[in-house]
């Protein structure tokens, strides 16, 4: 076997993982029906799902001869915004009241995002 | 001559990532290349520095490093419990939590790191951040034990992270 056929045989194994995540990820979105447990299924898995897809293409992109690095800045761009994204999901998530409220924290303060003044006394 | 360079470079990591983001977008390494993109890595520090003033005193590469790794490792098993979870748990079955995890971080980076570091690991996502910025609320997609989950994330993340920003 040639460099270049055992090359092929990891770009396959890479999509098919990759896009085994990917799609447990779009399962868990559908399947859970709490906006909070929904959350976790396409931050994380996805996450892999899509970093496993863009090893393909870098594999790929070495198989054939033109080395190409794009992908692992993706990946770190990805992987530096999928936590903001989720922790805004979240933030609105407490503040619209669509999941149980949480516990407050242990010194008696507040959660910044319920840290709201009072609607009479900005009237 | 300190000075100088300090004056140049007020953020030397920043410069050096800068530079390798550069040649990793131009897809080649050439002497033009790293000169330019060095340019570029001195140029952005310096006229972005106004939004910034508080930079970490210290910060040890070789201790992110080490974290870097545990870090990759966990988002990798992390995957695979999760998407079990989402496979085999029905809904109705699923038991989340929110816990809150008291901070010993005080910097600003060092906690914003803690909170993606727990939005990228097994089953949990950070929420929200207390008001003075002492506690950290996270949500447990499935668990028995919140508190081992906090005790987790306090020695696994944070005790590494206060090494890191000591």
Redesign the interface.
């Known amino acids: 076997m040639t460099a270049q056929i055992i090359g092929t045989y990891f770009v396959c194994l890479s999509l098919i993982i990759g896009s085994g995540f990917v799609l447990v990820g779009a399962i868990g979105l559908l399947k859970f029906n709490d906006p909070m447990t929904r959350l976790h299924a396409p931050t994380k898995v996805g996450t892999v799902g899509i970093g496993m897809l863009l090893i393909a293409s870098i594999i790929h992109s070495f198989d054939i001869g033109q080395p190409s690095t794009h992908e692992l800045l993706i990946m770190a761009f990805l992987f530096v915004t999928a936590p903001i994204s989720a922790n805004f999901i979240g933030k609105v998530n407490i503040h619209c009241k669509a999941c149980d409220t949480p516990p407050p924290p242990a010194d008696g303060d507040t959660w910044s995002t319920l840290d709201v003044p009072d609607q009479e006394s900005e009237r | 001559m300190g000075r100088a360079l300090h004056w140049l470079i007020p953020h030397p990591l920043l410069t050096l990532i800068l530079t390798i983001?550069w040649m990793?977008?131009q897809?080649e390494i050439s002497a033009g290349m790293i000169v330019f993109g060095f340019i570029l890595g001195v140029i952005i520090p310096w006229g972005t520095s106004v939004w910034w003033p508080d930079t970490p005193k210290s910060f040890r590469v070789g201790k992110m490093a080490s974290f870097s790794l545990v870090v990759i490792w966990d988002?990798?098993v992390?995957?695979i419990e999760?998407?079990w979870i989402?496979?085999t748990v029905p809904?109705s079955k699923?038991k989340?939590a929110?816990i809150?995890v008291?901070l010993q971080l005080r910097q600003p980076e060092a906690i914003t790191m803690l909170?993606?570091t727990?939005?990228?690991?097994p089953?949990t996502?950070?929420?929200?951040?207390?008001?003075?910025g002492?506690?950290l609320?996270v949500?447990v997609?499935h668990t028995d034990d919140p508190d081992a989950v906090r005790d987790d994330i306090i020695t696994r993340y944070e005790a590494r992270l206060l090494e890191i920003f000591a």
């Open positions: 983001v990793l977008l897809n988002i990798i992390a995957n999760v998407a989402v496979l809904s699923l989340p929110w809150v008291p909170a993606g727990i939005t990228l690991t089953g996502v950070s929420a929200d951040l207390a008001s003075n002492r506690s609320l949500h997609l």
